[in-house]
């Protein structure tokens, strides 16, 4: 079982950058494949990126490509996500996630273990 602690979200400007990290609890975080997911007002939880075990394999929504970038380090049981030029339609809490499952997952079902979230607010 492994515990998850968002932090780093906060209010900027359209524009600016933020970077959001997820402290994991265990001692068998490098086993997890990891995610971020996010939640604006009245609309579903969507997928936003994911990163295998060893960090070496990441996917993106194609609304955050180019411009957020997830990492972790393993020593230090810890995943982040880079976010630049950040829009007003970024806005949301975002989660962290983990799944056992040997696969770089952007569904929410394929996730064990959820954060309590970090709230973004961009505003234009």
Known sequence: QVQLVESGGGLVQAGGSLRLSCAASGRTFSR????WFRQAPGKER?????????GASTLYA????????ISRDNAKNMVYLQMNSLK???????????????VVADERHE?????QGTQVTVSS
């Open 32 to 35: 997890y494949y990891m995610g």
């Open 46 to 54: 969507e997928f936003v990126s994911a990163i295998n075990r060893s």
């Open 62 to 69: 194609d609304s955050v490509k180019g411009r957020f970038t």
């Open 88 to 102: 007003p339609e970024d806005t949301a809490v975002y989660y962290c996630a983990a799944t056992s499952r040997a």
């Open 111 to 115: 996730y064990d273990y959820w954060g």
